[in-house]
């Protein structure tokens, strides 16, 4: 059997780069709140994607339950059922109610024009995802936020380095929640981070991740444990550093996979729509009914050929059992996802994937095509 190759792989530099910052941490013996590892990684992340303020946390779930937190969103928020269940699942730790609202089978994002029929008077919120790095419609989102004055916070957790047509799509919304898992395209293990507009609400959103303290002895709200690490956020500067070699070679697999599935009747790559930079986080491919086998028979003949491509996003939120019972998450409701969550694959992407490794890939699929 040929060795295993799985939807992804963490990058790593070499080991031999990371010295260095461990024998600073060793020295200063400062191993967290808010050290010289983190100040730094904010600022350089702050220029690197083009944005005005970051406050680090200790993985992208509890900054989305901290997002919520800051801007005290309560009852409904509105979001998409296709995509990571934390993205639900901080409404749920927030006591917030979710309404799924379907997605646009182009972009697989939050349908802009499926939205204002799920605002209620109870609504606070939109929670957009850009899902596999493709941005939302930014635009027509905060529109409707300023029509019916509701608040934006965006799980960006698949889109690391991404810009839109004006800059880094970071910078739309109340606030953008950003993912630092092992998984994605930009990694300190675990991490995650919130872009915030200003200076103030950073400062805030920094009180709220270290338990509500403010100085040694105030403590102004229900804070939470949500701070990076230093021997994360010094992994995250080291990874700065490679992050644009990731991109390119993450590109290149990208087109690889783009030529050599082209024309298989039945294959649909999911083209790229809005973004002037991508960061080819995933690879997702739609199975569509002309393909002679199905979504989870092709996924299957790719195992035994020692491949794991991952049915992600399947099942929707909306279909596991804390979500099942919402009225928004009723099949008729969401009738593109639905159907996206049957029929797609993420096929491996890493920026160590050889091009041989996306032969042997669409090989297979070219073989069941016939
Ligand atoms: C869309 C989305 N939201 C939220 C998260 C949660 O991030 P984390 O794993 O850093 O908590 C992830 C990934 O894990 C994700 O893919």
Redesign the pocket.
Known sequence: MRNPIFVTQPSLPPLDEFIPYLEKIWASKTLTNGGPFHRELELALCAYLGVKHIALFT???IA?VTALQALRITDEVITTPY??V??AHSLKWNGIKPVFVDIDPKTLNLDPTKIEAAITPQTTAIMP?HCYGNPCDVDAIQEIADNYNLKVIY?A??AFGVQCHCGSVLNHGDLSVL???A?KVFNTF???AIVCPDAKTKQHIDHLKNFGFVNETTVVATGINGKMSEINAAFGLLQLKHVDRVLTRRREIDSLYRDLLHGIPGIRCIQRTGQQVANYAYFPILVEPDYPLTRDELHERMRDTNVFGRRYFYPLISDFPMYRGLPSSARANLPVASEISEKVICLPIYPDLSDDDVKRITTTIHHHSK
Request: aromatic share 10%; charged share 10%.
């Open positions: 993985n992208g779930t989305l995509s990571f934390a993205t995802v799980d957790a698949h993912s630092f898992h998984t675990e991490g995650g």
